[in-house]
């Protein structure tokens, strides 16, 4: 099992089909993919971990509705993205569903073709999420003229980090460089093995890759 395999996002696909659960394996197969057939279970799933994006179905087992459920399941993980599939929303229906506080980040709509969906996901865990929290945090710095020096700042500064660790770490073979790290952030060591520890309590990254880190330094 090489770096990227265990830095892979974790995708939670909410789909009661599984000929189209198939499609997603296949297209999708280098992420680390979780499959329950309806929004109840999804729900149940979150309360113990966050995955880093939710692929969501629209019409699931048990008569749900996945659309239903998109405000519960934000709630839970409000900086999660979401991509609802459906063949069955129309137009007014795909733009309430990517309107408001609770909204889907993509509308795909079926038969999914494995370009678009591999796109998307790759958009939404790069650009959104994480990522996009990060964004709105130091906006909300700027417009309040936060101090560099203060708590909050240092907060975002490390969350800006770890998005960006991560995302390099998708990208490479190699297991974390932490001294690397250290310069190109110009920070010290013992930050960036916090990083490090910060992302496998999430479930972001395997401790297997973070122990190989300290062991190259």
Same mark, same amino acid.
Not at 172 to 191: E, G, H, I, M, Y
């Given at each position: 099992?090489?770096?990227?395999?265990?830095?892979?996002?974790?995708?939670?696909?909410?789909?009661?089909?599984?000929?189209?659960?198939? @499609?997603?394996?296949?297209? +999708?197969?280098?992420?680390? =993919?979780?499959?329950? /057939?309806? &929004?109840?279970?999804? $729900?149940?799933?979150?309360?113990?971990?966050?995955?880093?994006?939710?692929?969501?179905?629209?019409?699931?087992?048990?008569?749900?509705?996945?659309?239903?459920?998109?405000?519960?399941?934000?709630?839970?993980?409000?900086?999660?993205?979401?991509?609802?599939?459906?063949?069955?929303?129309?137009?007014?229906?795909?733009?309430?569903?990517?309107?408001?506080?609770?909204?889907?980040?993509?509308?795909?709509?079926?038969?999914?073709?494995?370009?678009?969906?591999?796109? @998307?996901?790759?958009?939404? +865990?790069?650009?959104?999420? =994480?990522?996009?929290? /990060?964004? &709105?945090?130091?906006? $909300?710095?700027?417009?309040?003229?936060?101090?560099?020096?203060?708590?909050?700042?240092?907060?975002?500064?490390?969350?800006?980090?770890?998005?960006?660790?991560?995302?390099?770490?998708?990208?490479?073979?190699?297991?974390?460089?932490?001294?690397?790290?250290?310069?190109?952030?110009?920070?010290?060591?013992?930050?960036?093995?916090?990083?490090?520890?910060?992302?496998?309590?999430?479930?972001?990254?395997?401790?297997?890759?973070?122990?190989?880190?300290?062991?190259?330094?």
């Amino acid at each position: 099992m090489n770096a990227n395999d265990r830095s892979a996002a974790t995708i939670l696909v909410v789909e009661d089909d599984p000929n189209q659960f198939r @499609l997603y394996g296949k297209v +999708l197969k280098g992420y680390r =993919l979780t499959c329950v /057939v309806n &929004a109840s279970a999804a $729900l149940k799933v979150l309360e113990e971990r966050l995955p880093d994006l939710i692929i969501l179905d629209h019409v699931l087992a048990d008569g749900e509705r996945g659309t239903d459920f998109l405000p519960r399941l934000k709630e839970q993980a409000a900086h999660v993205p979401v991509i609802v599939v459906s063949g069955t929303l129309d137009i007014h229906e795909q733009l309430k569903v990517l309107q408001g506080p609770r909204s889907a980040h993509y509308v795909l709509e079926k038969p999914v073709r494995a370009a678009e969906l591999s796109g @998307l996901v790759e958009q939404a +865990l790069t650009q959104c999420g =994480l990522g996009e929290t /990060v964004r &709105a945090l130091q906006s $909300l710095e700027r417009a309040e003229k936060i101090e560099s020096n203060e708590p909050e700042r240092r907060f975002v500064e490390r969350l800006a980090r770890q998005h960006e660790i991560l995302n390099q770490l998708r990208a490479s073979l190699q297991p974390p460089n932490v001294s690397a790290l250290a310069r190109q952030f110009n920070v010290d060591r013992k930050t960036i093995r916090r990083d490090l520890s910060d992302l496998v309590q999430r479930g972001q990254m395997d401790a297997r890759l973070c122990r190989e880190a300290e062991e190259t330094e």
